[in-house]
Antibody, heavy 120, light 107 residues
Framework: QVQLVESGGGLVKPGGSLRLSCAASGFTFSDYYMSWIRRAPGKGLEWVSYISSRGTTIHYADSVKGRFTISRDNAKNSLFLQMNSLRAEDTAVYYC?????????????WGQGTLVTVSS | EIVMTQSPDTLSVSPGERATLSCRASQSVSSTLAWYQQKPGQAPRLLIY???TRATDIPARFSGSGSGTEFTLTISSLQSEDFALYYCQQYNNWPLTFGGGTKVEIK
């Protein structure tokens, strides 16, 4: 079955870095656009970043632009999010999500998420 | 950025009753709107895309309507498993944006 499994979350100090990974299985990863989406404690969902199937088109939310970098390795069915200069407001559960149809814009499925806590 | 506003924040409904959730966009998004359900400790689950198309395996009691700036998610007869958080999301423009969510709780 289609599955997305995130890893790499944890506790990091403000200004620190973290790299999240998302392992995909059950579908042809290289055919699909992917995104990272987060949910801060007590808040709603916030889209973070998007990457096209071949990695040629990338978008970021203004809140993370210049600090976060999305990438993918289609040979390893993996999606990544390099997070630098982390701030307290980046504390959230980070989900990777597959765009359900090429160019569609809606997400199905989502991974279970990985928690990132930025605190001194 | 297109701002998505959901109302109400919390909806108290008895099992078997109808629930109507609203989502408003700050500018027209045509029909490029999706709805998701999220339960505590779980990943969001796609319910509706294209404003009114049910996703695979979503029960018929869930229906979506609207276009432009006003959208509605209706749950015709609430089941115990439907008590959850619901989010709308527009995908007409970058950045993609979500509403703040509506919590459907047991009355």
């Amino acid at each position: 079955q289609v599955q997305l499994v995130e890893s790499g979350g944890g506790l990091v100090k403000p200004g620190g870095s973290l790299r999240l990974s998302c392992a995909a299985s059950g579908f042809t990863f290289s055919d699909y656009y992917m995104s990272w989406i987060r949910r801060a404690p007590g808040k709603g969902l916030e889209w973070v970043s998007y990457i096209s199937s071949r990695g040629t088109t990338i978008h970021y939310a203004d809140s993370v632009k210049g600090r976060f970098t999305i990438s993918r390795d289609n040979a390893k069915n993996s999606l990544f999010l390099q997070m630098n200069s982390l701030r307290a407001e980046d504390t959230a559960v980070y989900y990777c999500a597959r765009e359900a149809a090429a160019g569609g814009g809606w997400f199905d499925p989502w991974g279970q998420g990985t928690l990132v806590t930025v605190s001194s | 950025e297109i701002v998505m506003t959901q109302s109400p924040d919390t909806l108290s409904v008895s099992p078997g009753e109808r629930a109507t959730l609203s989502c408003r966009a700050s500018q027209s998004v045509s029909s490029t709107l999706a709805w998701y359900q999220q339960k505590p400790g779980q990943a969001p689950r796609l319910l509706i895309y294209g404003a009114s198309t049910r996703a695979t395996d979503i029960p018929a009691r869930f229906s979506g309507s609207g276009s432009g700036t006003e959208f509605t998610l209706t749950i015709s007869s609430l089941q115990s498993e439907d008590f959850a958080l619901y989010y709308c999301q527009q995908y007409n423009n970058w950045p993609l944006t979500f509403g703040g969510g509506t919590k459907v709780e047991i009355k």
